[in-house]
């Protein structure tokens, strides 16, 4: 990799798993040449490694898909744009931790709906019923029906 100053090559001094990230790879690098520290993280280009399922049609999972779901559940939410980014992370470990090369549609938005769960329950409620999972037996879904009415 070419140094982020003076685009002369670089040397790793130290690298490891990143904590938050399990499906990225963090790395401290030294310009040979003006002797610049920077980091990098090395992640799998999803678009290349997971593909969606929809109606005996696959198309490439992308981040800006897992984005473009989440923000429209938490757009209410001042912070959304601030926290995005980490709750896509989120997701992507969670669909990666499945093992799959190939995933249904239904698959992604469950992981999607998961991340929510943890993150706003009220946005997961939107969110199951908005993405069509809410029909969709789900003990978690109903709980957090259960919890929204008895705040009411």
């Known amino acids: 990799m070419d140094c982020a100053y003076c ?3 670089t040397k790793v001094v130290n690298s490891r798993g990143a904590k938050r990230f399990r499906s990225s790879k963090w790395r401290r690098r030294s310009c040979t040449k003006c002797g610049a520290l920077f980091s990098t993280r090395e992640q799998p280009i999803l678009d290349t490694v997971i ?4 109606d005996d049609d696959f198309k490439p999972l992308t981040r800006a898909y897992i984005a473009i779901e989440l ?3 938490l757009k209410k939410r001042q912070d959304t744009v601030n926290i995005l980014d980490d709750l896509v992370d989120t997701t992507l470990n969670g669909i990666l931790a499945i093992g799959e090369a190939d995933l249904t549609e239904i698959e992604v938005k469950r ?3 998961s991340t929510l769960q943890n993150f706003d329950h009220e946005s997961a409620l939107q969110y199951s019923i908005n993405s069509g999972l809410f029909r969709m037996p ?3 879904t109903e ?3 259960d919890e929204l009415s008895s705040n009411e």
């Open 138 to 140: 789900n003990i978690r």
């Open 51 to 54: 593909f969606v399922r929809s």
């Open 111 to 113: 992981q999607i709906l």
């Open 71 to 73: 923000y429209e559940a």
């Open 143 to 145: 709980k957090l029906l």
């Open 7 to 9: 685009k002369s090559p």
